[in-house]
């Protein structure tokens, strides 16, 4: 199985919104709908933003959002905040037990 | 609010095995529960996470393809703690190695704070 695949970098404006890509295929994200997301700041653990494509866990800001169309999921970060700049990984289940992580998008408050 | 620790050497030499354990908090790993399994992610320095395999309660467990001829994940319920062996490890296994738990939905919502594992002479 192959890294999904994501864009290495984004950016936008405090308010902005900025949508962050992650494309798989059908045997993973296109496959199912157990599509995740985390949030990394330097030297950290990663944190879970959102699961099974478009759900937050509590106490994930609602500014947060996520979505799928076929084979690719996206992040969208809405209001954009300074302290919303962070490593983003995307992860999927590749079936048979498998899962999968993208590479990361760093994302950046201008 | 469940809690990992990672523990285990910091620096192994090529060709030796990697060993480490998770210990957990404020939840039972022998919970029957079937949410939840047991996992091991790494992420070598300045690149991307890596899953590298999970446990259940059962026992049963499953590994990353690229992985799987080199690793071995188990449980000691006894002591509320999962354990990761990697062997035959090369510089190319240098990494920050997390544990996590993992909830069906393939996803994970308890991290530990990850521990560097260096592979060097």
């Known amino acids: 199985q192959s890294a999904l695949t994501q864009p290495p970098s984004a950016s936008g404006s405090p308010g902005q919104s900025v949508t962050i890509s992650c494309t798989g295929t059908?045997?993973?994200?296109?496959?199912?709908?157990?599509v995740s997301w985390y949030q990394q700041y330097p030297g950290k653990a990663p944190k879970l933003m959102i699961y099974e494509v478009n759900k937050r866990p509590s106490g994930v800001p609602d500014h947060f959002s996520g979505s799928k169309s076929g084979n690719t999921a996206s992040l969208t970060v809405s209001g954009l905040q300074t302290e919303d700049e962070a490593d983003y990984y995307c992860?999927?289940?590749?079936?048979?037990?498998?899962?999968?992580f993208g590479g990361g998008t760093k994302l950046t408050v201008l | 609010q469940v809690q990992l620790q990672e523990s285990g050497p910091g620096l192994v030499k090529p060709s030796e095995t990697l060993s480490l354990t998770c210990a957990v908090s404020?939840?039972?790993?022998?919970?029957?529960?079937?949410?939840?399994?047991w996992g091991w992610i790494r992420q070598p320095p300045g690149k991307g996470l890596e899953w590298i395999g999970s446990i259940y309660h059962s026992g049963s467990t499953y590994y990353s393809p690229s992985l799987k001829s080199r690793v071995t994940i188990s449980l000691d319920t006894s002591k509320n703690q999962f354990s990761l062996k990697l062997s035959s490890v090369t510089a190319a296994d240098t990494a920050v190695y997390y544990c996590?738990?993992?909830?069906?939905?393939?996803?994970?919502?308890?991290w530990g704070q990850g521990t560097l594992v260096t592979v060097s002479s």
């Open positions: 404020d939840y039972s790993i022998s919970s029957i529960s079937s949410d939840y399994y």
């Open positions: 992860s999927s289940y590749a079936g048979s037990n498998n899962l999968v």
């Open positions: 059908s045997s993973d994200v296109g496959g199912y709908n157990y």
């Open positions: 996590a738990r993992g909830k069906v939905g393939a996803l994970f919502d308890y």
